[in-house]
């Protein structure tokens, strides 16, 4: 391929940019963020690394989850988190592409979704929306349904309320703030709906989005996000 035709559709991997075709990460940093730590599997539910000695989750055991099964791409600790600051700080649109792909890969391993999965992207807040012109969670989704030919749901769940920045809470504040947090729509009725989002932290949206979305009749609820808090 000739140089110039090259330089105009390459891109460059965002994590160390060597020249790749298409929005995408080298093979080489792809493979570095996916690999989970030390080997570790995840908990199918949550998605948390499983503690070295135990078989089950204690953290889903302690707190049973609306969901039935989380698939998450990596780790949301360097150099992978630089990833979802791209999207989410430095607004570059281009990686809602490179995010969906490393999650749709690890949705096909996991074994995919039921044919007739409704992806359905996590409402920005309004204040988010204002900050940034765009819902990070609806530009992967948006992605994510191309790459996993399924349909798009975007108004399947509604914002009930607005609630403060979760960065700054704890965890137990963070539970009882997304209580009551979304409706859903009744377009999911019957279905089963793939939830996503950028990053689960202690899972407390995806789970008020999971309650929400049972309640308005879902058949089950699966969770997608790029990243997820070790
Ligand atoms: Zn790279
Ligand atoms: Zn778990």
Known sequence: MGRRLWSRIGCDCPLCGARVAGARLCGGCEADITALPRGRPRCPCCALRLPATASTCPACLGAPRAYVRTFAAFEYAPPADALIQMLKIRLRLSMGPVLARLLAAEVRRGGGLPADALLVPVPAG???????????????????????????????????????????????????????????????????????????????????????????????????VAARTP
Request: zero cysteines.
């Open 126 to 224: 309004r204040a988010s929306l204002r900050l940034r012109g765009m819902n990070p969670a609806g530009e992967i989704a948006r992605s994510l349904a191309a790459e996993l030919a399924l349909p798009l749901a975007r108004g399947a769940l509604r914002r009930l309320r607005e609630t403060p920045r979760q960065t700054s809470l704890g965890r137990r504040a963070r539970q009882i703030g997304a209580m009551g947090l979304f409706a859903g729509a009744p377009q999911v009725r019957g279905r089963h709906v793939a939830v996503v989002d950028d990053v689960m932290t202690t899972g407390s949206t995806v789970q008020a989005a999971a309650i929400a979305l049972l309640a308005a009749g879902a058949a089950s609820v699966t969770i997608l």
